[in-house]
């Protein structure tokens, strides 16, 4: 019924427009989406004017990287407010960060071995910052760089390539990693609700369970226990957890596009998604 966990293009790892996400949705028979893009708005009012032509609840959102006992806790904001300014500038600052560190990265990946440069990458992401992904297709575009890339492109590692990359090159300890450069999950959460928007927890099984208290004592709202990244008995455990927290209970795929992750595709959930939609925006009205 509801899929509220969904990247654009507007995401540096995201493939669909806004256009084509809500086709895809439309296909599907999926009644409410949200799109979710990484510190990023861009594809909000896009989404808020076409929402319409589609007959498709929308409801504008973001996916902020945050840092929690140095793990990278993805914080969903729900009900933004996308044309405010100061969130518009907060934002800003936030990916100005990470833009700066996709710099730093092209360096590190230029001694190693790949002809990349700092002015090429800059000129790359004005707008948004380069993740790990993006670096895999933006190296494939120079014929040098290929040899380097064999085992992605045609080699053992190409099933999930830009992942394999990504955690070849860019993982802990690895020669162009470099510490997260993210907001504390505390200081997101507080900013957040400030921002009159409801925080939830993305996919909570990819932070240990000590971060994921500390992030419910931090003041976030909900708990995105459906999820694709879930088997069965973790949904059990996020959703009862969240019960017994008094938490909001969400429903997200996380679908990027085939490209990056193929092993997502966008999510028809049950009924009781429904219900939990009316709750999140029951609570979004009770923060106002
Ligand atoms: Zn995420
Ligand atoms: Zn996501």
Redesign the pocket.
């Given at each position: 019924m509801i899929d509220l966990?969904i990247?654009t293009s507007a995401s540096s790892d995201g493939q669909h427009s806004v256009d084509e996400i809500f086709s895809i949705a439309k296909s599907l028979g999926i009644k409410a989406i949200a799109i979710?893009d990484?510190n990023s708005a861009a594809s909000i009012p896009k989404g808020v004017k076409i929402k319409e032509k589609y007959n498709i609840e929308f409801i504008p959102a973001i996916?902020l990287n945050t840092e929690i006992n140095g793990e990278d806790l993805?914080l969903l904001g729900y009900f933004i407010p996308y044309k405010n300014e100061e969130f518009i500038d907060w934002l800003k600052g936030l990916n100005g960060v990470k833009i700066k560190q996709s710099l730093k990265r092209a360096n590190l990946l230029k001694k190693i071995g790949f002809n990349i440069s700092e002015q090429e990458v800059s000129e790359r992401c004005k707008e948004k910052p380069m993740s790990g992904p993006a670096f895999f297709y933006f190296l494939q575009e120079k014929q040098e760089n290929l040899k380097l890339l064999e085992p992605y492109i045609t080699g053992n590692k190409k099933g999930k390539a830009a992942i394999n990359f990504y955690l070849d090159f860019f993982d802990s300890g690895k020669p162009a990693y470099l510490p997260p450069p993210f907001i504390k999950t505390n200081e997101a959460v507080c900013k957040l609700l400030q921002f009159k928007s409801v925080p939830v927890v993305?996919h909570p099984v990819t932070v240990s369970d000590n971060s994921l208290f500390k992030a419910i004592k931090s003041g976030i709202l909900g708990l995105e226990a459906f999820s694709t990244y879930h088997k069965d008995d973790e949904i059990l455990k996020y959703k009862k957890l969240a019960e017994e927290k008094n938490l909001l209970i969400t429903y997200g795929s996380?679908f990027h596009g085939d490209k990056v992750k193929p092993h997502i595709k966008m999510k028809l959930y049950n009924s009781s998604s429904l219900d939990a939609l009316k709750k999140l925006k029951e609570k979004a009205e009770e923060i106002k």
């Open positions: 966990h990247h979710t990484h996916e993805h993305a996380d």
